[in-house]
Each structure stands twice: as structure tokens, then as C-alpha cells.
């Protein structure tokens, strides 16, 4: 089976985005070590772009286009990372973007889209289904969809991230053993995954994701594409996807050695954990790989240095303050 994107894909993105992402250079804590008993390497792409890896698929997605498809303008469905990798994208690029956002959306993010001039269509999760929504004003106005991971440009950009862990382990001479992502719809995991494979291929790749939403873990595990089946409330709402990806899931099953799950409270401590020694925010969705960490789930492994994508950091603030009070 012919995969999404090849590793040629993932350094024209890089090309593409030369110059627009802002750099994201890997982070350690002595104290993180000591408590792990690994050596713990965070990729923060909460620092990114509108606090998230999605600026670079999205960017690297718009840019693709044709002066003449630009002209149409995009449409787009996001709880809110995405949301916000578009419109910057778009705003950067001249393209008019609507987006379609749940109601319940982080208010932090929906701030994000609105700063960045993008139009706001909401919708109930609970009864509206945000993609008829999306095709509809596609339909109507003429605009390109641009979905979050099943995407071939999306999942190469966000590859871009798996590049240049590789690119400044080998200049650090840090032998990384694996690497851990979130996983939402899985086209960060199977971007990373493509780039990492191809230049340092010992590396293992893992994902997390909240353990009611844990489909990749049921998919991989079983070797196809299985959707979770009584999904409770999360506070990651950047990766309550459903079922992994069409185009992303056949890389990440090629790819990825595990999944692990993680709670809420886990993400919380986790959270103010990373506040403290690192000095930085990251939002529940963002640092479940790091929970995951903390969890033991390396423990009785041989994988000592352990590389950690922080995806995402826009989090409103009384679930920051709920983080930050565990550690009071």
C-alpha cells in the first residue's frame, strides 16, 4: 500500500516553512531525570506559532496551494489548535478562512482564531456534525476544506517537527531511543514518524492519548482501524478524535511500537510539573505524552533518553490554576 507522504514530502515542508515557524530547541530538567530516571527531552511546540504544532501543517497546506485556489479561501473544523494554525496561515497568506468551532471550544482558542481574522461558525458537538457543516460552506461558497491530519501536506508539515528533533540530537550527539507524541487523529505521530524512521530508524516511536479516547491504542494494537466506544469527558479536548485517520493510520501502524493511555488528573499533574521545571504552559492534550512518562510506562525498558512533543500549550485559565494547585 502506497503511504500519504514520504520523507521528500516532509523536507518540502521544511523548505516551505523555512523562516515562518519560530524555533522550538529541545528542553531538559535535571529534576525531571531524577524523577523519571530517564533522560527527558521535550520538543515545546507549545511555544510555536499560535502555541501549537498546527501552524506548521496548516502553513505548509495553504502555501501548497495555487494563487488561483487561494482566491476560493478555506474552510475548516478545529475544537481549537488547528483552528488557530489556519488562520494565522491564512492571514499570513491573504486567504480569507471561516472556521468551524464547537461551542464549548477552550475560550482561549477562539480568542486565537478571532485575532487572527478568521470567521467563527459554531456548532453543537452534541447534535450538529461539524463536517456536513464544513462541506456545506464549501459548497456554498466555494471554499477548500483544509481537514486537521488527514491531509498529505498537513501530515508532512507537522513531519517537520520529527526533522528537526533528529536534526539537533545528531548536533548534540544525543542518542535518542524513542520519541512520544499525542495522539489526536494521528497526523503528528505519522509525520514525526516518517521523518524519524528515515534518518535515525533504531528510534522508537510511541503514542498517548486520554484513556477514554483511546483508539489509536485499541488500533494499533489490533492492527486496524477501531473507533472507542463510550468516550466520557476529557479535558484534552485538542485529541478527542474518534478513529485514527484513513491516510495517517496506515504510517502510524507501520510506525509506532505502543500506545498508552492517561487521565486527566494525570495531564494535570503533568502540567505542573512542566510549569515548574521548564517554565512553560502546555494544555492537557499537549503533555499527555509526558504523563505517559511519568506513568512508569518506560520503566522496565532499555530506552534511557527519551524525547517528549510537547504539541500544544492553549489552555484556559482555571484549568491552569487546577494544574498549578497540585504542586502548592
Not at 15 to 23: E, W
Not at 184 to 191: D, E, N, Q, S, V
Amino acid at each position: 500500500m502506497e503511504l500519504a507522504i514520504t520523507f521528500a514530502d516532509i523536507e518540502k515542508a521544511a523548505i516551505r516553512l523555512a523562516g515562518r515557524t519560530k524555533p522550538t530547541p529541545l528542553m531538559r530538567s535535571d529534576v525531571i531525570d531524577m524523577l523519571t530516571g530517564k533522560q527527558i527531552w521535550f520538543k515545546p511546540e507549545c511555544t510555536q506559532k499560535v502555541g501549537a504544532f498546527k501552524y506548521r501543517g496548516a502553513y505548509n497546506r495553504l502555501s501548497a496551494m495555487t494563487p488561483k485556489e487561494r482566491t476560493r479561501g478555506v474552510v475548516a473544523f478545529s475544537s481549537g489548535n488547528h483552528a488557530q494554525g489556519v488562520s494565522r496561515a491564512a492571514k499570513e497568506l491573504g486567504v480569507s478562512a471561516t472556521i468551524v468551532m464547537p461551542l464549548d471550544a477552550p475560550k482561549v482558542k477562539v480568542a486565537g482564531v478571532m485575532r487572527d481574522g478568521a470567521k467563527i461558525v459554531s456548532y453543537d458537538r452534541h447534535s450538529e456534525s461539524r463536517e456536513e457543516i464544513s462541506a456545506q460552506i464549501a459548497r456554498d461558497e466555494g471554499r477548500i476544506i483544509v481537514p486537521s491530519y488527514d491531509d498529505p501536506f498537513i501530515i508532512a508539515g507537522q513531519g517537520t517537527v520529527g526533522l528537526e528533533v533528529v536534526e539537533e540530537a545528531k548536533s548534540k550527539n544525543i542518542g535518542m531511543d524513542a520519541i512520544i507524541t499525542p495522539m489526536g487523529g494521528g497526523g503528528l505521530c505519522a509525520g514525526i514518524s516518517t521523518a524519524v524512521k528515515a534518518l535515525s530508524p533504531s528510534t522508537q516511536i510511541f503514542g498517548a492519548e486520554p484513556s477514554e479516547y483511546n483508539d489509536h491504542q485499541l488500533s494499533i494494537r489490533a492492527g486496524k482501524r477501531i473507533a472507542y466506544a463510550n468516550p466520557g469527558p476529557t479535558l484534552c479536548d485538542a485529541i478527542m478524535t474518534h478513529i485514527p485517520g484513513e491516510l495517517t493510520f496506515p504510517i502510524n501502524k507501520i510506525n509506532v511500537s505502543d500506545v498508552f493511555t492517561v487521565t486527566d488528573q494525570d495531564c494535570l499533574m503533568a502540567m505542573a510539573i512542566i510549569k515548574r521545571e521548564l517554565g512553560i504552559q502546555v494544555e492537557p492534550g499537549g503533555v499527555v505524552g509526558f504523563a505517559a512518562v511519568l506513568n512508569g510506562n518506560f520503566d522496565d525498558t532499555d530506552m534511557d533518553s527519551i524525547c517528549v512533543v510537547l504539541s500544544g500549550g492553549n489552555v484556559d485559565p482555571e484549568i491552569a490554576e487546577r494544574a498549578d494547585a497540585l504542586l502548592l
